[in-house]
């Protein structure tokens, strides 16, 4: 607002002014060009963001005429006069969707310059006045309506207005990179139908004048405010579009039941179903600008919720958050043998929740047996517990046994299988390293109840204590034999010792009020005084042994370590190989944006079907997989390309990095790193070897 003279306040004058308009009519219009100031960033959609713009563009051109999609706010300020006379229009906010669009728009324009047509005539020409600004008598060519920064503006002007010299060497640019998948996804028959989608986007155009604080505005468009988490962003996209009284009905019978199962887990509740449901986890990783992994996945599997379907769906919904419940809360199942394995399955977290989700709600649905479930928990125990003795992370797991249970328990089994370390390992491992949750491990070793404070999983009965028959810092009059003290070890012995305490062989459980009593003493009046008192047999018999040091912690860990082999047997049937160098399936492969440093050493090497590939990088990777399976398995790659409009064309139609294939097509090397990688992993699976191939990531992949 502003203040007359006179000190009346006129509520009609203002610095800051906002209206709805049509994107395309607002870009087309004449007379001005839109700036990006210096300070802006540098352009950053990748191949994603373009796909899911493109999606939207095909629904709203879908829909009735009257019928169109909201793209957000864009703010700009008037500037001067460019040097040609245009206005100019500074872009403070919408940079990113702008020249996506003006991307878009090009690529729809060049496809349709190869059409004579009078129609596709007249659609370039209506894309022309968007995209150009014609020359107002500065003797200069056009340029486009969009001006970049002038450190990028040449490669997006030769991008939009196809300036690029035929012999210029392929470069890497996301202007590029985006264009080209758009020329890619639009065909000649579908330029149009684009059109006029983009024809019904619109925003609200908020202008600033000269006197107002754009910076401030800014911020406040972008940074007031809790953002909406995946949860809240699903439950809206949910509920949009029905009635009020169909909202009603949703929310109390579906949605607020699924709020009270899960709790504070709500948002993990929605990771693991997708995770469950998709056998997919790289791609809920989220984390990028304006990306929203869960909600993003979520909208991809439900992209259609009218009320009849989404009755459908919130149904089961419904009953797997109410699945969900009972693994947080195991005590809530009325099977004693399955609660417990729940309880033990929580020590280890909740990263299985979506193989176990599965296994359990397939049990309440009676499609298999309490046995059957029973087993499946006891594998994810001794897969979790055996990576975890032998120090191999347990990241990045759950995926692949999830693909691997919708074949079946035989094939869950042996994808476990080939992921559990060997007898062998297990035993190296635990003569020297320490116990990982000893008292899970003890309490099941003595058949004690005893789970090591999972989420939601307190002990039964009487809580016990973790005790070290060997102090991890023994005082100096502590002794093992009763004869010779701490301080007359020679330091290797001390050493030794120290270096055992914390292995299976020297732990015990013992009851509270024991374990305060023993805290101080000597072996051998812990032996006399304590050890027989206690209630658990295994402690109890440390009492037969005289004298404690190194050769009875390695006695002891050899026998506890052959009961603990058998307690937690190797899942699946004998013979299985077993991944002993940390492969990951291609599957499951981490989905980069752009081209990260140290790209060109992301992995070791590769394991194509039994065949060892010294390939470094994603995109060798891409070029190699699509070559290979175009001579082994053309049928395949072309019914892949057909439904993704890529990556192999008829001929180069666009300037980039370009390889010839047999028979003449050509297959296009100019895409960023994430659409390469989902490339892969798609025409793999449609040749079905996706289950085959392996990378290796090497330290400096590990550390990206």
């Not at 047509?117 to 020359?135: C, F, G, N």
């Not at 013979?575 to 981490?590: S, Y």
């Not at 990088?617 to 890529?646: H, T």
Request: negative net charge.
């Amino acid at each position: 607002m502003s203040t007359d003279v006179t000190g009346t306040t006129d509520p009609t004058a203002t610095n800051v002014s906002a209206q709805a308009v049509n994107t395309v009519g607002w870009l087309s219009a004449p007379g001005t060009a839109i700036v990006v100031p210096v300070y802006q960033r540098q352009y950053r959609w990748d191949i994603g963001r373009c796909e899911q713009l493109l999606s939207d563009v095909r629904a709203v051109a879908d829909f009735a005429d009257r019928h169109t999609h909201f793209i957000g706010s864009i703010l700009s300020q008037a500037g001067g006069r460019t040097g040609d006379g245009t206005g100019e229009l500074v872009l403070i906010d919408g940079q990113q969707r702008i020249t996506t669009l003006m991307l878009l728009a090009a690529a729809v324009q060049h496809t349709l310059l190869a059409d004579p047509s009078p129609a596709a005539r007249a659609t370039v020409a209506e894309i022309a006045d968007l995209l150009v600004r014609p020359d107002q008598g500065g003797g200069e060519a056009p340029r486009t309506t969009l001006r970049p920064h002038r450190a990028w503006a040449q490669v997006f002007e030769s991008v939009v207005l196809g300036r690029a010299p035929s012999g210029e060497p392929a470069r890497d640019s996301r202007f590029d990179d985006n264009y080209a998948f758009f020329r890619s996804q639009v065909g000649a028959d579908e330029a149009p139908r684009i059109w006029r989608g983009l024809s019904k986007l619109e925003h609200v155009a908020i202008s600033v004048g000269p006197d107002a604080n754009a910076q401030q505005i800014f911020e406040s468009l972008n940074s007031t405010g809790e953002p909406l988490r995946d949860h809240e962003l699903i439950h809206n996209y949910v509920l949009m579009g029905l009635s009020h009284a169909e909202q009603v009905e949703v929310e109390d019978r579906f949605w607020a039941p699924i709020e009270q199962a899960t709790g504070e887990a709500i948002g993990r509740f929605w990771r693991h179903y997708l995770v469950m449901t998709t056998g997919r986890e790289a791609v809920l990783a989220g984390g990028g600008s304006g990306e929203r992994g869960v909600y993003d996945v979520f909208r991809h599997r439900f992209p259609r919720l009218d009320r009849a379907t989404l009755l459908e769906h919130a149904t089961e919904w419904l009953e797997f958050a109410r699945a969900y419940q009972v693994l947080l809360e195991p005590d809530r199942e009325a099977d004693p043998r399955i609660a417990r394995e729940l309880h033990h399955v929580n020590v280890f977290g909740h990263g299985m929740y979506p193989l176990v989700l599965r296994a359990y709600h397939d049990h309440t649905s009676g499609r298999v047996d309490a046995q059957r479930l029973l087993r499946t928990l006891e594998d994810v125990q001794a897969l979790l517990l055996r990576r975890t003795v032998v120090e191999i992370g347990t990241d990045r797991l759950v995926a692949r046994l999830c693909r691997a249970s919708e074949q079946g328990p035989e094939a869950l089994a042996r994808a476990m299988a080939r992921i559990t370390p060997s007898d062998e390992r297990v035993r190296i491992s635990l003569k020297y390293r320490p116990l990982p949750h000893p008292r899970y491990v003890l309490g099941r070793l003595a058949d004690a109840d005893v789970p090591d404070g999972g989420a939601g999983a307190p002990a039964a009965g009487q809580p016990l204590d973790v005790e070290h028959v060997v102090p991890l810092e023994p005082g100096e009059t502590w002794t093992g034999d009763g004869i010779r003290r701490w301080a007359q070890y020679s330091e290797d012995e001390q050493n030794a010792h120290r270096a055992l305490a914390g292995t299976v062989g020297n732990l015990a459980l013992l009851e509270p009020p024991l374990a305060d009593r023993a805290a101080d003493l000597s072996y051998p009046e812990k032996r006399d005084t304590v050890y027989p008192r206690s209630a658990v047999p295994a402690t109890a018999a440390l009492a037969g042994t005289p004298a404690w040091g190194t050769a009875q912690i390695a006695e002891r860990t050899a026998r506890l370590t052959a009961q603990l082999l058998r307690t937690w047997a190797r899942p699946g049937p004998a013979g299985v190989p077993i991944d002993d160098d940390g492969l990951t399936p291609v599957l499951d492969a981490r989905l980069r944006r752009g081209w990260p440093r140290g790209w060109q050493r992301e992995f070791d090497y590769v394991e194509y079907c039994g065949e060892h590939w010294e390939v470094h990088d994603v995109q060798y990777l891409f070029n190699r997989v699509f070559k290979r399976l175009w001579a082994d398995a053309r049928s395949d790659v072309e019914a892949f390309v057909a439904r993704r409009g890529g990556p192999i064309f008829d001929a180069p139609a666009w300037q980039g990095h370009w390889d010839e294939l047999a028979g003449g097509r050509h297959l296009y090397m100019g895409w960023d790193s994430r659409y390469m990688l989902t490339a892969v992993q798609g025409v793999l699976e449609q040749a079905g070897l996706a289950t085959e191939v392996y990378v290796k990531y090497s330290y400096i992949g590990d550390a990206m």
